[in-house]
């Protein structure tokens, strides 16, 4: 099985530009989540996506947004980019997005801002 | 509020050393899970261990023993015969009972295993 996929892996944007991160589920996953993980910290959640619904939003700023596909890949967008936004950025997907299931993380996507 | 404490940043321990890595967590949530990741170089993070609040059962799998204290609000894990593979860094973290799933990361503690 196809585990969660990203892309791009790396990416290189300046101050004021705008991003897009792509995420790709496990397969009959329906729930997505990101993270934003900064060198040297733990993850911390952005978002969580289920059956096409925002369920979670973590504490960011409105720069910050996302969807979800009928097909449960989902994007990743952000806007106005500050140099505080470089980090790895992590999807993680789940069958239903309960509290109690494990999520999967893919291999992130790497953002530098200059 | 959700809170995880990883106390220990860096662990180096010799090739076949066991090793205890700790975790304190804060919650207001009566039932609440409790996850063990590792992130290994390539920045992927592994899922290893989920614990329910109401299961204090100690758990192991192969090498690795995870102790859950509700007393002690602990979620204690310790590799026995550490290898290099298993060189990495892992986090602990938390959901609570609300709608969203999202986890509550520690920072996270890195292990160094010296051949």
């Known amino acids: 099985d196809t585990g969660v996929t990203q892309s791009p892996t790396h990416l290189i944007k300046t101050r004021g530009q705008q991003v897009t991160l792509r995420c790709s589920p496990i397969s009959g996953h329906k729930s997505v989540s990101w993270y934003q993980q900064v060198l040297g910290q733990g993850p911390q959640f952005i978002f969580q996506y289920y059956e096409k619904e925002e369920r979670g939003r973590g504490n960011f700023p409105d720069r910050f947004s996302a969807r979800q596909f009928p097909n449960y890949s989902s994007e990743l967008n952000v806007n106005a980019l500050l140099l505080g936004d470089s980090a790895l950025y992590l999807c993680?997907?789940?069958?239903?997005?309960?509290?109690?299931?494990?999520?999967?993380f893919g291999p992130g996507t790497r953002l530098l801002v200059l | 509020a959700q809170k995880v404490t990883q106390a220990q940043t860096e662990i180096s321990v010799v090739e076949k050393e066991d090793v205890t890595l700790d975790c304190v967590y804060e919650?207001?949530?009566?039932?609440?899970?409790l996850f063990w990741y590792k992130q290994p170089p390539s920045g992927e993070l592994v899922f290893l261990i989920r614990r329910n609040s109401f299961d204090e059962q100690n758990e192991i799998s192969g090498r690795y023993s995870w102790n859950f204290q509700k007393s002690t609000s602990s979620f204690n894990f310790t590799i026995t015969a550490s290898q290099v593979v298993d060189s990495a860094v892992y986090f602990c973290?938390?959901?609570?009972?609300?709608?969203?799933?999202?986890?509550?990361f520690g920072t996270g503690t890195r292990l160094t295993v010296i051949p």
């Open positions: 919650t207001r949530d009566t039932t609440y899970y």
């Open positions: 993680a997907s789940s069958s239903r997005g309960d509290a109690l299931e494990p999520q999967y």
């Open positions: 973290a938390l959901t609570g009972q609300t709608g969203a799933n999202n986890l509550f």
